[in-house]
């Protein structure tokens, strides 16, 4: 795996392909991919203190207005899978995370990102970082006190 930047944190998790995420194959169908990332990004959130309640809590939800995701190889029904998960840091009021996927061997199976912003709860596009969002950032050493 690579190795980290000074301004990214990740984290892994695990996920166990389910039956019903396979094609009559057994392979994973290529949407469900997306599916992982956000697997990832809620256990990354809940690790870091970051989740979607949190989010919520300080009035704001962060909607995907880009998605891109990379097929390397099939996961199969039954593959146990890890889902590294980074965010990398933006000075935007944006979220950006990359995303890894290694199936049991560990070999690469897919590859993405996902873009995020910051919407008030009532519907507004907050164009600054919001505050509790910076907090966090400071929390996690990527800005400066």
Same mark, same amino acid.
């Given at each position: 795996?690579?190795?980290?930047?000074?301004?990214?944190? =990740?984290?892994?998790?695990?996920?166990?392909?389910?039956?019903?995420?396979?094609?009559?194959?057994?392979?994973?169908?290529?949407?469900?991919?997306?599916?992982?990332?956000?697997?990832?990004?809620?256990?990354?959130?809940?690790?870091?203190?970051? =989740?979607?309640?949190?989010?919520?809590?300080?009035?704001?939800?962060?909607?995907?207005?880009? =998605?891109?995701?990379?097929?390397?190889?099939?996961?199969?029904?039954?593959?146990?899978?890890?889902?590294?998960?980074?965010?990398?840091? =933006?000075?935007?009021?944006?979220?950006?995370?990359?995303?890894?996927?290694?199936?049991?061997?560990?070999?690469?199976?897919?590859?993405?990102?996902?873009?995020?912003?910051?919407?008030?709860?009532?519907?507004?596009?907050?164009?600054?970082?919001?505050?509790?969002?910076?907090?966090?950032?400071?929390?996690?050493?990527?800005?400066?006190?």
């Amino acid at each position: 795996m690579p190795s980290k930047l000074k301004n990214e944190i =990740s984290h892994t998790s695990e996920i166990r392909v389910r039956f019903a995420e396979a094609d009559p194959l057994g392979i994973v169908w290529h949407g469900n991919y997306i599916q992982y990332f956000e697997d990832g990004r809620e256990a990354f959130g809940r690790h870091h203190g970051i =989740s979607y309640l949190h989010q919520k809590a300080h009035n704001f939800s962060t909607p995907i207005v880009k =998605s891109a995701c990379e097929h390397k190889l099939p996961l199969r029904y039954g593959d146990v899978a890890k889902i590294k998960t980074t965010y990398i840091d =933006s000075p935007a009021a944006k979220m950006i995370f990359k995303y890894e996927i290694f199936n049991q061997e560990g070999a690469l199976v897919c590859t993405g990102e996902t873009v995020q912003v910051f919407v008030e709860l009532h519907g507004e596009l907050s164009l600054v970082i919001p505050e509790f969002f910076a907090k966090w950032k400071k929390k996690v050493g990527l800005l400066d006190e």
